[in-house]
T-cell receptor, first 113, second 113 residues
Framework: KAGVTQTPRYLIKTRGQQVTLSCSPISGHRSVSWYQQTPGQGLQFLFEYFSETQRNKGNFPGRFSGRQFSNSRSEMNVSTLELGDSALYLC????????????FGSGTRLTVV | DQQVKQNSPSLSVQEGRISILNCDYTNSMFDYFLWYKKYPAEGPTFLISISSIKDKNEDGRFTVFLNKSAKHLSLHIVPSQPGDSAVYFCAASADSYGQNFVFGPGTRLSVLP
């Protein structure tokens, strides 16, 4: 079965621009979480969506937002990009049961110049 | 302040021997823990989980031990194989849905042939 698909794989943007990243979960997975990975901070939780509703949110500024569609696909948007937003953005999807863990996509590498 | 710590940034082990990866946490509300491994250019892969009602969970070559009083968990890999060489993250969650995981910074394991 297809895994978690994140697009695009790589992205270069300039400061001040905005960006939208996409995550398509495994069929049947209704929960989508977004994480930011940087060398200094490791993996940090951004937010989680379930059935088109944001269910959990991490400690990121309002420039980071997301949404989920009826087919469970999710998008993450970052506005007014800053150099520090350069990171690998990972989404993780789940059927919902804790015993299954979460399946991660390969991520989108965002570089802000 | 890091709530989940992996104090060893790297670990080298001989093939066939035991690998022990350690993780400490500070938040006593954490009651669900996961281990992931990550290869370069790929998203993290779920390995094994444990909830606070258990002190041990085993899955093939992987065993996770949890010591709640010490706020410490460890992942044992026996026997270690070269394909186990990767970065290992532990993650902890306190919320009832098991989302909003806090990840440690990771330990890079190198299994030498």
């Amino acid at each position: 079965k297809a895994g978690v698909t994140q697009t695009p794989r790589y992205l270069i943007k300039t400061r001040g621009q905005q960006v939208t990243l996409s995550c398509s979960p495994i069929s049947g997975h209704r929960s989508v979480s977004w994480y930011q990975q940087t060398p200094g901070q490791g993996l940090q939780f951004l937010f989680e969506y379930f059935s088109e509703t944001q269910r959990n949110k991490g400690n990121f500024p309002g420039r980071f937002s997301g949404r989920q569609f009826s087919n469970s696909r999710s998008e993450m948007n970052v506005s007014t990009l800053e150099l520090g937003d350069s990171a690998l953005y990972l989404c993780a999807t789940s059927m919902g049961g804790l015993n299954y863990g979460y399946t991660f996509g390969s991520g989108t590498r965002l570089t802000v110049v | 302040d890091q709530q989940v710590k992996q104090n060893s940034p790297s670990l080298s082990v001989q093939e066939g021997r035991i690998s022990i990866l350690n993780c400490d946490y500070t938040n006593s509300m954490f009651d669900y823990f996961l281990w992931y491994k990550k290869y370069p250019a790929e998203g993290p892969t779920f390995l094994i989980s444990i909830s606070s009602i258990k002190d041990k969970n085993e899955d093939g070559r992987f065993t996770v031990f949890l010591n709640k009083s010490a706020k410490h968990l460890s992942l044992h890999i026996v026997p270690s194989q070269p394909g186990d060489s990767a970065v290992y993250f532990c993650a902890a969650s306190a919320d009832s849905y098991g989302q909003n995981f806090v990840f440690g910074p990771g330990t890079r394991l190198s299994v030498l042939p």
